[in-house]
């Protein structure tokens, strides 16, 4: 069986080809990156509304959606803000424990590679 490498040309050229194949070709670079869950972890002082604060300010949340996690994380402990790219992830924890020292919470907030 002949195999002249790239399929289908009409055979302009004699070769058999018609260069109309299906461009197959994949970039070898582009790696998706690894995300990482930005948790929240309850404590007895901080006040309910001051988290449902962060979670609006920093994570972007609704009102709604942050009376929703700040209320998982009272009753279960921990709770996720947010999934995110490493840097990111870094940045929204340094913010929120930047922003709780500042008023004086206990506030405690961490990352985990998902
Ligand atoms: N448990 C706190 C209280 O009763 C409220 C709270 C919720 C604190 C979520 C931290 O991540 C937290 N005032």
Redesign the pocket.
Known sequence: MKDSGDNNDDNKDGSGNTGTGIVTKTRPKTKKPSLYKVL?????????E??VHILEKIFGKSREEAVDV??H??RHGV?ICGIFTFEVAETKVAQVIEFSRRHQHP??CTMEKE
Request: aromatic share 12%; charged share 10%; glycine share 6%.
């Open positions: 929240l972890l309850n404590d007895d002082y901080t006040p309910m001051f988290v700040m209320l994380v009272h709770g506030l405690q």
